[in-house]
């Protein structure tokens, strides 16, 4: 009796058996500077493959004479200190793309995110001591006059769509060498203002010290499927980007149904968009901007269209059954303010088909490829949109 026909290979089946996740290595260290963009001023590591890139920060805040009134802390993470990091821009020159900048997003987004997509109980480390204490993992801010905080946190940033199974990961997080000695991070830091709304401690030194300058040690995780294995693996290159029109007019100054809330990218496929929404904290300085609150009634009803025509979600009445579908598939409640448009998540095989991806990498520039909402306007209403991306198919040569 002959042999059956073998079926073909999928390689995610035993990439996440015979792969070893590296914990956390050190790559360089930037020193804090407020209000301030700051590079890394040397590529990262760029022979093998990055699967996160991890931001520790460590600093002390001490507060004015006036003691701070801090700004509502996001849900998800009951803490405000993730927004000093007021944007992270990973970047660099691919081998084949050119330049390109796979990561342009906040760094309390980031956090958020990272809380809904990485695990049902996780939230990114952070720890406060309160003038001189020991420090208390997700510890409140001391908000006495004069008084001191020693602030760390970490902020993790995945380089591969979030929800992916293990083997999948591996497909899609950055390849080192298709970036050759060109891998770069910008963070521009925010100043006390972005933690309180009147009074923000102005003063930041090294942690445990009041002379210094707090710290962000840039970190990255990597997978080590073995070395000849890894060369034969070509991934996606994946993007989270931002939309810089934002904080947009469109939910500041313009109501009605199926107002265009933003352009989105074309020339890679997307795998989910998301929206926050919410109104502007007061306070802030020039250049930074937090939420005051996270609020679902500025946006009713979120979709996307192709040349004027509403396509995938265009028929729920408000974006209640969205949140509700997306919780579900993120094993997560979706906090107010947050509504996910998703390609690839699947619910039913509780992890992300990449394959899903909507095909706008066939778009031009001339195509109408937006974001659209109900939106309800006030004067201080601001938002996000982020499109995550992947640029190219993975591939395992033989």
Not at 336 to 351: C, E, K, L, N
Request: charged fraction near 15%; glycine fraction near 8%.
């Amino acid at each position: 009796m002959g042999s059956a026909a073998s079926a073909p290979v999928n390689p995610s089946t035993f990439l996440s058996k015979i792969t070893v996740d590296q914990g956390p290595e050190f790559e360089q260290t930037l020193n804090f500077a407020a209000l301030t963009q700051v590079s890394t001023p040397t590529s990262l590591r760029t022979d093998r493959k990055i699967k996160f890139i991890d931001l520790h920060f460590r600093g002390r805040l001490t507060n004015a004479s006036t003691g701070p009134t801090l700004r509502t802390a996001p849900t998800l993470l009951a803490t405000q200190v993730f927004s000093l990091i007021q944007q992270v821009t990973i970047r660099g020159v691919h081998l084949r793309y050119g330049n390109q900048a796979p990561i342009q997003m906040r760094g309390e987004t980031i956090a958020e995110m990272a809380a809904m997509m990485l695990g049902a109980n996780y939230v990114p480390f952070f720890s406060v001591g309160q003038n001189g204490a020991a420090a208390v993992i997700g510890g409140a801010l001391d908000t006495t006059a004069s008084h001191t905080n020693d602030i760390e946190f970490v902020l993790p940033i995945p380089l591969f769509p979030y929800g992916l199974a293990a083997g999948d990961a591996t497909l899609h997080c950055l390849h080192g060498p298709d970036w050759p000695g060109n891998l770069y991070v910008d963070i521009l830091f925010a100043d006390g203002s972005a933690l309180a709304t009147a009074n923000p401690p102005a003063t930041f030194t090294a942690y445990g010290s009041n002379s210094g300058t707090p710290t962000l040690d840039i970190l990255t995780e990597r997978p080590a499927p073995g070395k000849d294995l890894a060369s034969k693996i070509s991934p996606a290159v994946l993007f989270r980007t931002t939309n810089f029109s934002q904080p947009t007019a469109a939910v500041a100054g313009t109501s009605g149904s199926g107002v265009k809330l933003a352009d989105l990218i074309v020339g890679k496929d997307t795998t989910r968009l998301w929206l926050k929404c919410g109104t502007q904290a007061s306070g802030n300085s020039s250049g930074v901007v937090t939420y005051g609150s996270l609020l679902d009634s500025i946006v009713t009803r979120t979709f996307f269209s192709l040349d004027n025509r509403p396509l995938r979600f265009q028929n729920a009445n408000d974006n209640a059954a969205l949140k509700d579908y997306m919780g579900r598939s993120y094993y997560r409640t979706i906090p107010a303010g947050y509504t996910a448009v998703d390609f690839i998540q699947s619910p039913a095989r509780g992890a992300g088909n990449s394959s899903a991806v909507f095909g706008s990498s066939q778009l031009t520039a001339a195509r109408q490829f937006q974001m659209n909402g109900d939106v309800t306007a006030a004067s201080n209403q601001i938002a996000e949109i982020i499109q995550e991306m992947l640029l190219g198919q993975p591939q395992v040569s033989a």
